[in-house]
């Protein structure tokens, strides 16, 4: 076995830690912003509950149930964020987007464990999947001055490659 395939193999044992032992799994008391994400194309669906203290990401759970693509990838970007300004929070978003589009190089995107997915890059229709707690995210950090208890209300549009999300209390998926 070469390197290149030990690592892969790492690689794929570190998603699939994941998918059978999701970091912050669960509801979040208190949660200041919310976002569901919803893929109708395969079934995936994640809610993402965040607490947001001044511009910093304190704390973020989320909940669904989706592929192993899916839940690793929303339970890797948990730990990647907390604790992150909400610039941060994007920045790495935008890195970690880039890298499975093709865009950039997974070597130089600072990616750290995320690293591990993207040769998901190679398999246009799991993008997806890795991407949908990223897009949930985003919504509920697209207006940090809207707390959660706000009425609902769409934060975009849903197409192949923006799964819906709406923001609000009551955290249900309807279509966008």
């Not at 890195?95 to 070597?107: A, I, K, M, Y």
Request: charged residues 25%; proline residues 6%.
């Amino acid at each position: 076995m070469n390197s290149v395939d030990a690592d892969h193999d790492l690689y794929r044992e570190l998603v699939l830690e994941h998918k059978r032992a999701p970091r912050n799994f669960g509801a979040l008391d208190a949660a200041t912003h919310r976002a569901q994400g919803r893929n109708p194309q395969c079934g995936d669906d994640v809610r993402i509950e965040l607490r947001v203290e001044g511009e910093r990401l304190t704390d973020i759970r989320f909940a669904g149930q989706g592929c192993a693509i899916c839940i690793a990838s929303a339970s890797m970007m948990t730990e990647a964020v907390k604790g992150r300004t909400v610039a941060e929070a994007a920045q790495l978003q935008q890195r970690f987007r880039s890298v499975l589009t093709g865009q950039l190089d997974p070597e130089s995107a600072a990616l750290a464990k995320l690293e591990s997915l993207a040769d998901v890059r190679r398999y246009p229709a799991r993008i997806k999947c890795a991407l949908l707690g990223w897009h949930a995210l985003m919504h509920a950090l697209a207006d940090v001055e809207a707390p959660a208890d706000a009425p609902e209300r769409p934060q975009g549009r849903a197409s192949p490659d923006r799964p819906s999300a709406r923001v609000g209390q009551s955290g249900k998926a309807t279509p966008a």
